[in-house]
């Protein structure tokens, strides 16, 4: 092959092609901060007004559960049942493809529409689907030092809206926050009882006063025919809409003593904003001069198509709302963008392009160091060559620009380098044994000599790392750009190395000059001390058996002391280490049945004390609404978040250039001052922090599965209690509510009836008089969105029950009676919401770590000797559940343990799984070239040596042994059987040519040294690129450690223990002369 191309004019061709590739990928793929998983979930919401928790269970989220059981591709459904709705959600399997998860539900939906019956009182399904792309790349916070009004606030940013819309790429535009505008009709009870007007009579006055509607047409015989002689129509329309306030006010709803009553006479009409129903603000920190000080805000969020560019949106967004600053934005009014994953998604691509272009010098220089200038341009041009093309590959295969794909590319460079270094060394290593020989006859040769183990240590690589592809769940696709990446890199890599390197070592690598008169030359520099040197080093171990069996002992003993590392918890196993973020969350809980007030003084509380931390940027508060949602708030459906008990502060930290502690350090510190302060609430907080890879519900999750609701409830707070009791579980919640007052207003059937009043009549009075009964529309041609004319009773009479309960209703004789008369007041609690998951009832009981051991397998752990105690008195131990539900909860109480240990058991079970497929792989490869079954055990046996390195390296620099870890493990399987297969293959090749054994084996480790230390340093500092970043530095480190210590044991391990195992089979010497017994192999 390197004859065909060394002299061929396609070659620099085909590299200028792959170059311009590469090139046009870097342009077109779009990037983005996290890989983009195809996570889809939807959540059917089913409104059944006026049922209990247990109705709505029974009557509606079962039947429907067992309905969107049916569709194929589903995960799991989970179902909340509260008063008065059903919240069931869908969440299908990782990979299902967005819209045919959703045509998917929506047929299973209408085929089943008869499930419930007609008349049952449920209202439509409300589907709202969720993904990856629901999450917004950009949120601007408005707000405004002068103090405008939440509503003008709004008003501003509805404005914009549209602006934000007309951006290329972006998907949804939406606003959170502001009171929303509304024709406020304040009830007065003692004015409607005096003026004989009710409630519902003021409803269908509205109602009739604002209809408009085309009537048809007439012939208009005024106006001039048309030129034809035809007749000319009038279109006629009728009626009216109301178009203010005075209008509104103005509007006659009855008559008392002969005379008209109006409906500013009953009630108090405000146009302006809706009674309080949620709230919004910003708070500006650090050195800002108004620090610590609240402002009325609202937020717009923005999001992208998929597809698209998150970069390009947020740029394109920001660059329109500059451009409106102004114009419709007012002066008054600040901008302060409080997210952009674009900018964060273009500053880490950036950032790692420039690693990769420090990563593949540092390897050039390396090569330039040890082999020569113009072998060190050779391989720099394969290298970039293989990496313009391997980005073309990668975004061919739909993957973008992100920071697992790029650190993939990183990652590969030592690895990628591989073939290019061996097969320029080979050549330069002959140039110097046969200095006269042409350099056209010397490449082929070359090439030859190395192409098969070159070829096979490459497919090597690839199976190690290609099957880490097919892991489940999310971690799947989260990291699949590393292996496929990977994997497609070694194989063009490969290419490359037999194509473009001896094209180009054909033109710049002259031949040299220097030799013997034979025409062979002896080696120079370091490679004429390395024979002697492996001399030394190995002959000791070949000439003694005791001394290899002393060595094999000292390697199993660094080995078994290196997995103890783990067991003595001086390396912490964990999922993923916390990545160093520029935002994290808090949120609040408030007691059940809490003012929306009463949660607004809270967060306004921690967000006074947040203001005065030196990291804190700014913090938007949100009270009653939640905040905009990211991808962990997607899994863990925050989105819900609407109670006026709820709440959370949205924490933006100063740049991490400018601080010298991580997100994570800082959100730990800031953790026990947040708590003191919600207690004094008596309130509960989660100091929430973006996870570094796929999210989960919580990193420590109990599901309580039992025989009835009663015994699950009070299980799961013995447990939570347990969890409380452990230390270093912190933001422990349960799905448990505490109780919280209800008035009940039971209608006196019999004296309703008897005064003619429905029942229906009494409950809308009702739900008007408090929540609000939207009567009308006002038309006055400015509003982007309708703004309703609501009556409702004013703020300051909702307090208690007098007011309401003075309303009057009108009887069937035309009296008006007052609610009191009709009504009986039961005090209770409201019922607690009814959780199911899979068809299963269940609690949950949630939490979550801190602390040095802040990996959530230790907390699991530390909390199950606790639950025997837990377990309710009579019934029994509690049986646990580690990967599925129980299959039959109605005999004995049990746990299902979620969260961060269900995703790192099935990572690490794939990986597992993955890295014996490799091994096997691996195995299948060395046959099928050494045709021999015990050979490629030998090539293998350096495998285990890496946790020599991997684990001690952990240790020695406080690192966290975790996914991106095992990855490293993994491609060091194929790193190190690569270096075995030089050394076994040149032995075999030095015993064919005549060599005696004992001396091919020292020559092997000799020879190879070179290119097995020129590799396995390429590959160290494409990692130490890598080492300084949260999550992947322990992949670096694996990679560091491993290849240094299994390198340095390889050439030391493959050299003896092929000897030990082949020593009978060949004579120390060549055949001709005859061995004596002075010369014969010692015994071992």
Not at 1063 to 1068: A, L, M, S, V, W
């Amino acid at each position: 092959m390197a004859a065909l191309f060394q002299a061929n004019a396609i070659t620099p061709l085909l590299a200028i092609v792959a170059l311009l590739l590469g090139l046009f990928a870097v342009l077109v793929t779009p990037r983005e901060e996290e890989p983009q998983i195809n996570v889809t979930m939807a959540n059917v919401l089913i409104p059944f007004p006026g049922a209990s928790s247990a109705d709505v269970q029974n009557m509606v989220a079962r039947p429907a559960e067992q309905v969107l059981s049916q569709i194929a591709g589903i995960e799991h459904t989970y179902s909340v049942s509260r008063p008065g709705v059903a919240v069931l959600t869908v969440q299908f399997q990782v990979g299902v493809p967005r819209t045919e998860a959703l045509v998917r539900l929506y047929d299973v939906l209408n085929a089943n529409q008869d499930w419930l019956p007609s008349g049952l009182g449920t209202l439509a399904p409300i589907v709202r689907p969720k993904g990856i792309d629901d999450v917004p790349v950009l949120g601007v916070t408005l707000w405004s030092r002068d103090e405008a009004s939440a509503l003008e606030v709004e008003r501003v940013a509805r404005s914009i809206e549209v602006e934000l819309k007309r951006v290329p790429g972006s998907r949804e535009v939406k606003t959170i926050g502001g009171p929303g505008r509304v024709v406020q009709v304040g009830l007065d009870p003692s004015r409607l009882r005096e003026r004989g007007v009710d409630l519902l009579r003021l409803q269908q006055t509205l109602k009739a006063a604002s209809l408009a509607m085309p009537a048809g047409t007439v012939v208009d015989r005024e106006a001039n025919r048309t030129p034809d002689g035809g007749a000319q129509m009038l279109s006629v329309e009728t009626g009216e809409f109301l178009r203010s306030a005075d209008e509104v006010g103005d509007l006659v709803v009855g008559v008392h003593a002969g005379r008209p009553v109006y409906l500013r006479e009953v009630a108090t009409i405000e146009d302006g904003a809706a009674q309080p129903q949620r709230h919004v603000w910003f708070t500006p920190a650090g050195a800002a001069s108004d620090a610590g000080s609240v402002h009325p805000a609202v937020t717009i969020t923005v999001t992208k198509k998929p597809g698209q560019n998150a970069v390009d949106v947020a740029q394109a967004a920001r660059a329109r709302l500059d451009e409106l600053r102004g114009t419709v934005v007012p002066a008054g009014i600040e901008m302060t963008v409080t997210r952009d994953y674009g900018q964060t998604a273009a500053e880490k691509a950036d950032k790692l392009i420039q690693k990769l272009a420090f990563a593949t010098g540092s390897v050039i220089l390396l090569v330039g160091f040890a082999l020569g200038q113009r072998e060190a341009v050779i391989v720099g041009a394969a290298v970039i060559l293989t990496l313009t093309a391997t980005l073309f590959a990668s975004w061919a295969w739909g993957f973008t620009l992100n920071r697992v794909s790029l650190f993939a590319l990183i990652f590969s460079i030592g690895i990628l380098v591989d073939d290019a270094i061996v097969v320029v060394e080979n050549i330069h290593r002959h140039q110097q044994l046969e200095p006269h020989r042409p350099l056209l006859e010397i490449i082929p040769a070359a090439v030859d000599e190395v192409g098969g183990p070159t070829i096979l240590a490459t497919f090597t690589v690839i199976a190690a790392l290609l099957p880490m592809a097919f892991v489940s769940g999310l971690m799947g696709p989260y990291m699949g750009p590393i292996p496929i990446n990977s994997s497609l890199g070694m194989a063009i890599s490969l290419a490359i190395a037999f194509s473009v390197t001896p094209w180009l070592a054909a033109r710049l690598m002259k031949s040299h000059a220097q030799g013997h008169g034979d025409g062979h030359a002896a080696p120079s520099g370091m490679a004429a001390k390395l024979p002697a040197l492996f001399t030394r080093l190995l002959s000791p171990f070949l000439e003694s058996a005791a001394k290899r069996w002393l060595l094999l002992a000292g390697i199993l003993g660094a080995l078994f002391l290196s997995v103890g590392l783990a067991v003595v918890q001086l390396v912490v196993l964990k999922m993923l280490p916390f990545d160093n973020k520029s935002e994290y969350q808090v949120i609040v809980e408030m007691p059940a049945g809490s003012a929306l007030e009463d949660t607004a003084a809270t967060l306004h509380d921690l967000g006074a004390w947040l203001a005065k931390q030196p990291e804190v940027q700014n913090l938007q508060g949100y009270a009653g609404t939640a905040s905009p949602i990211t991808f962990n708030g997607l899994v863990r459906q925050y989105d819900l978040r609407a109670d006026a008990e709820q709440g959370d502060l949205q924490v933006n930290l100063v740049d991490k250039q400018h601080r010298s502690d991580k997100s994570h350090a800082i959100a730990q510190r800031h953790r026990p001052a947040l708590e003191r302060i919600a207690a004094a609430h008596g309130a509960r907080i989660q100091v929430v922090e973006v996870p570094p890879g796929p999210p989960v519900m919580s990193p420590l999750v109990a599901e309580v599965y039992g025989p009835d609701e009663a015994g699950r409830q009070q299980l799961a707070a013995r447990i939570a209690a347990a969890f409380r009791a452990t230390p270093d579980i912190v933001g422990i919640e349960t799905s448990l509510k505490e109780d919280a007052p209800r008035a009940f207003l039971r209608v006196q059937r019999q004296r309703a009836e008897s005064l003619g009043i429905p029942v229906a009549a009494v409950a809308q009075t009702v739900y008007g008089a408090l929540s609000g009964l939207d009567a009308a529309w006002l038309h006055d041609g400015q509003s982007k969105y309708p703004v309703p004319v609501r009556l409702q009773l004013p703020r300051e009479a909702q307090v208690g029950l007098d007011a309401l309960l003075a309303l009057p209703l009108r009887a069937a004789n035309g009296q008006l009676v007052p609610l009191s008369e009709l009504v009986r007041v039961e005090k209770g609690v409201i019922d607690k919401p009814l959780f199911t998951k899979d068809l299963h009832g269940v609690s949950y009981v949630f939490g979550d770590m801190a602390g040095r051991l802040d990996s959530p397998l230790y907390g699991l752990f530390a909390i199950r000797p606790k639950l025997g105690d837990a377990a309710l008195p009579g019934t029994g131990e509690i049986a646990e559940f580690w990967i599925r539900q129980p299959s039959d909860p109605y005999r004995q109480y049990a746990i299902k343990w979620d969260g961060e240990w269900q995703i790192t058991f099935e990572t690490f079970r794939d990986m597992g799984a993955a890295y014996g497929v490799g091994l096997i792989l691996i195995y299948l490869l060395v046959v099928a070239q050494f045709r021999n079954y015990l050979t490629p055990l030998i090539i293998m046996a350096p495998i285990p040596l890496t946790m020599i390195g991997v684990m001690p390296g952990h240790a020695l620099l406080g690192a966290q042994f975790t996914a991106t870890s095992m990855i490293g493990m993994i491609a060091l399987a194929g790193i190190i059987v690569r270096n075995s297969i030089l050394l076994v293959d040149f032995i075999e090749l030095q015993v064919a040519q005549g060599m005696a054994f004992k001396e091919a084996v020292m020559q092997s480790a000799a020879v190879r040294a070179q290119p097995i230390v020129l590799t396995g340093l390429a590959a160290t500092i494409g990692a130490f690129f890598i080492l300084d970043d949260p999550i992947f530095n322990g992949l670096a480190i694996a990679l560091i450690f491993g290849i240094l210590v299994s390198t340095l044991l390889t050439l030391v391990v493959i050299p003896v223990l092929y000897y030990a195992v082949y020593r009978r089979h060949h004579p120390d010497f060549p055949a001709p002369p005859a061995p004596t017994a002075s010369t014969l192999p010692q015994g071992a």
